[in-house]
């Protein structure tokens, strides 16, 4: 394991009495993660630490974190700091500060070790990470008394396979993008599932989403919103040259292959989670399915998608004008 200190000028923080003693907490061991470009962060990180630093519980943070700039990690008794890969297996909750990109990029080292992991939203739609700052004190304490529901979330899977040879292999929580890159021409691309051909396609590209991810990028491109609960995966067509092509929602089952046609004129690329994207050629195949690992999230008692998507996506935002006046 390795430790570092860095310095800033940022303040003390006053002592916290949010916490009274809790006698068996639910989790002991607490790992913590965040991702650099708010100060914001770096001082829901501290609250966080120093309110798990009253109780005497092992608190651990990965090495990335522990790098951000300003962060003083000798603000934080009893920190441990581990590489980003092992966190997963030496903590039984991981708290990850941010917006939901942060739970992406979490996803990818946490998801084999079924840890939970509770979001505290520091980013700005905040579907994965349902915990206002301002409530981080109270909700933390309510999931150390057990007070929680536990919520799984399946992850994608993709291959680049060329003459029966993986050449690029990644995961996705929320989608995986089939696009044209840089160029303004269309893909040119043939679609099967479970062995059946489903169509020959001109389009941009092509959004392969989870239920967690079709409320992102998929949302944008038309597609459904599906229940986080639903084993199903949702294939949204990007601009396509067609006036019949439609979003298509597919059992989680399903097995899907990709082949660029070889009348193709552009590079076609695709990107995990809105990483760096890589090429696929003419003669490789994408392949796509359900990855074995899960995400399960943890959420603070009273958590209702409904209720997310009505304040996320400003469902009741016209309400009033519905209502009618009184006499």
Partial sequence: MENSAQSSNLPDLPNSTLFAPIKNPAFSRIGIMGRAGKRSVIRTIYEVGQELNQLGLS???????????????????????????????VCDLVI??????????AARSLARYK????????????????????EVGSKLKQVLLGDYQLDQRFLLTMEIVEGGHILHQDMALND??????????????????????????????????????STAYALS???????PSLDAICLVPMHPHTLTSRPIVISGQSEISIIIHKDNRTQPMVSADGKTSVPIEQHQTLNIRKHPDKLTL???????????????LNWNLHAEEFAMDED
């Fill in 96 to 105: 990850v500060v941010g917006g939901d990109g942060s739970i992406l990029h």
């Fill in 298 to 312: 943890l959420h603070p008692p009273g958590f209702d998608f409904y209720q997310a998507c009505r304040t996320k």
């Fill in 221 to 227: 491109g038309g597609g459904p919103i599906m229940h």
């Fill in 59 to 89: 608190l651990y943070m990965d090495s990335d974190t522990a790098r951000l700039p300003e962060l003083e990690l000798d603000k934080l008794s009893q920190l441990q700091i581990v590489k980003r890969s092992l966190l997963g297996e």
């Fill in 176 to 213: 995986l993008v089939l696009h044209a890159g840089k160029s303004v021409h269309m893909i040119d691309f043939q679609l099967s599932i479970d062995g059946l051909d489903v169509y020959r396609q001109h389009s941009d590209g092509l959004i392969v989403a989870t239920p967690t991810g």
């Fill in 115 to 134: 840890v939970p992991v509770l979001g505290v939203n520091r980013g700005r739609l905040g579907f994965l990470t349902d915990v206002n700052p301002d």
